[in-house]
């Protein structure tokens, strides 16, 4: 059953009139239309501010205001974390409230996307079936990439990743751009993980190990803590290594290339460059199969728990009125529904991840607890903070390398947010004893550390409280994560880029060698109902009508635009923006112009006479404003 509908309800976090218009797959939800509508009308209600933004000292009715915080405060509780331990999960009347109604709004979408990756996968199958299977290698691209997933995935492959990704150039530049969070640098001081023949690194970079450690030119990936995270027992048999590798910068070009890939298990071979092409292609499709497992479970720690355990404070903290709470309420959309969701769907025993991956869902909430707890800290992973730290930019944000990709457009964005938020703070806070008075701000920001359990987070318990300064760190970094980071690492970006077939698997379906000589990749790669699923799957994650449909937000009438869920509107609805005063809303108009003029900088890439774009053999596109949500779409 089929239902067009246009709905028109109040939005979240402000008395916003967000005008919807969606083909309503019922019979993939599972609900009547009037249920389902009841639902979100009910959703908004529960959450909605009518009254202009102010902050709680310049409150006229502050009795009021305790009181439903009080009512909040009693009514959200923490509940335990899903998938790992992580963040809390709302419990109590308006927390389970709240996370059913943050599902039924991911049903809409689901409905929509599970309709597209349907008929998508049948004329996938049609295709393999008439190609008589997947014979060879190039099949998986040829084939299964062929047009079949126009419906899910409309903006199709990125140009040159399917084409080059035998190319050494790809590899090592999807390190800069597609997963740059688990790459460092190799100080000259330290140990260093692994050693290599000298004839060998001369061979491959003109230079020895130790002189490219020397000259801060060596970098390593490490993912051999996924030797410890449980394994799939499902059929298909799968397998898969726990591999490191270093890259380096070659002295002469100054390319940024792989050196090695090791193993760690089995035989613990090490792969370079000077073995045979099957050989090292091999190599870089088991890196590949670690990597998409920590892109996918580490962007689950630092954006999802992250964002859902500041939100959680700040319902139990915030009026609904305050203007944090109302920008919080924003970038938070359908926020609860991603950890339910993964329970029910993808990381419960027998899921969708049991049935693709090689580490298991029990692996994944073993990283995700780790993770947590070491790298899951919230200053310290500040876009420059981070990559400071991690040796790929240094303190005036240059970095050593031709090209980065991910920082050049990820910095725009978060500049680009922290102009707006330096505004938006400025415009209800007149200095910083104006945030010292604050106690709902000063709360929030004890609770996220006490309840919500978010490790380095900036404290505000002294006399004098926070400043600005802080406050606006703190949201530039929220509405980052959600954003960048979350879509650089998960969304529509895997099934069109950095998880496509057959360079970047989900598992190996053939044992790692114990020894070097293959000469056919075939056995190792997806069989073709994996195939399938695999890309099915992935294509599941992608909201390509966000940019074309008024799915979250539209203008106010006044104003001819027509918007979508897309980052480039993230602080630019009509009605939002009438809660708010007038400097923040001349300050969203400028985020949204900023976003503009990278999403048409990054549309208008191609590739140079060197069959090179922004330094790389495939176009780089990931980050762009005019597609990406504004919020951890799931």
């Known amino acids: ?23 309503l797959f019922l019979f993939a939800v599972g609900v009547q239309s009037v249920n389902l509508l009841q639902s979100l009308k009910n959703h908004f209600d529960l959450i909605q501010s009518n ?83 997947l014979k060879s290698v190039s099949d998986y691209g040829k084939v299964l990439y062929n047009g079949q997933w126009k419906n899910s995935n409309p903006l199709g492959t990125a140009p040159g990743i399917m084409t080059n990704f035998t190319s050494d150039l790809l590899f090592s530049m999807e390190r800069l751009s597609q997963n740059s969070f688990p790459l460092r640098l190799i100080k000259p001081t330290e140990r260093l993980p692994f050693d290599l023949p000298s004839n060998v690194t001369l061979k491959v970079a003109g230079a020895t190990l130790q002189d490219l450690q020397r000259t801060k030119s060596l970098f390593f990936v490490d993912h051999t803590n996924q030797l410890r995270f449980e394994k799939t ?32 298990v089995g035989s613990d071979l090490i792969y370079t460059p000077l073995d045979t092409a099957e050989d090292w292609l091999l190599a870089k499709m088991m890196f590949n199969v670690n990597d998409f497992f920590h892109a996918q479970m580490f962007h689950l720690t630092v954006t999802h728990d992250i964002a859902e355990g500041l939100h959680l404070a700040a319902l139990r903290t915030l009026a609904s009125n305050h203007p944090v709470m109302m920008i919080l309420e924003r970038l938070n959309l359908q926020g609860y529904s991603s950890r339910t969701v993964g329970e029910q769907l993808c990381f419960n025993s027998g899921g969708h991840w049991d049935q693709l991956f090689y580490v298991d869902n029990v692996g994944c909430r073993q990283f995700v607890t780790e993770t947590w707890s070491k790298e899951g800290g919230f200053q310290r992973s500040y876009v420059e903070t981070d990559l400071r730290a991690r040796g790929l930019i240094d303190n005036n944000n240059k970095y050593p390398f ?10 725009v964005i978060q500049r680009s947010y922290k102009t707006f938020f330096s505004a938006f703070v400025d415009s209800y806070y007149s200095n910083d004893a104006d945030i010292a008075r604050d106690n709902e701000l000063r709360q929030w920001f004890g609770e996220v550390s006490q309840g919500s359990k978010v490790h380095d987070f900036p404290q505000c318990n002294g006399p004098k409280g926070c400043d ?32 496509t077939l057959p360079f970047h698997l989900n598992a190996m379906f053939a044992p790692v060698p114990t020894s070097k000589g293959v000469t056919n990749l075939l056995p190792f790669l997806p069989p073709p109902d994996q195939a399938i699923h695999y890309i099915g799957f992935l294509a599941t994650f992608n909201r390509p009508f966000y940019s074309t449909t008024n799915r979250t937000v539209s203008l106010s009438e006044s104003e001819n635009h027509l918007t979508g869920g897309q980052l480039e509107w993230a602080v630019r609805d009509g009605e939002l923006l009438s809660h708010f005063n007038k400097d923040t809303n001349k300050a969203a108009a400028k985020f949204t112009e900023s976003m503009h003029k990278l ?24 980050l762009d404003p005019g597609y990406i949500p504004f919020f951890c779409s799931v």
């Open 1 to 23: 059953m089929t239902c067009n509908l246009q709905i028109t309800f109040s939005f979240p976090g402000s008395k916003m009139k967000a005008t919807i218009l969606l083909a």
């Open 51 to 133: 009254d202009t933004a102010i902050i709680p000292q310049n409150d006229p009715n502050p009795k009021a205001r305790a009181t439903a915080i009080a009512t909040k405060r009693a009514g959200f509780l923490y509940g335990p974390s899903l998938i790992g331990d992580a963040s809390p999960y709302p419990d109590g009347p308006l927390g389970k409230q709240r996370v059913q109604q943050d599902m039924d709004l991911w049903g809409l979408d689901r409905a929509i996307i599970d309709k597209a990756v349907g008929a998508d996968a049948q004329a996938c199958g049609a295709a393999i079936a008439a190609n008589g299977g």
């Open 233 to 264: 027992t499902l059929k298909p048999q799968r397998y898969g290594a726990a591999c490191s590798a270093y890259f380096y910068i070659h002295p002469k070009s100054k390319d940024f290339l792989p050196l090695a890939i090791k193993t760690n």
């Open 402 to 411: 031709k090209t980065f990709p991910f920082f050049d457009d990820a910095i």
């Open 468 to 499: 600005k300064k802080t406050l606006v760190e703190v949201l530039t970094h929220v509405a980052y994560a959600v954003s960048v980071v979350h879509h650089s690492l998960n969304s529509g970006d895997p099934v069109g880029s950095k998880a």
């Open 599 to 622: 999403s048409v900088e990054i549309r208008g890439r191609r590739f140079d006479k060197n069959g090179l774009s922004t330094g790389m053999p495939f176009v780089y596109r990931t």
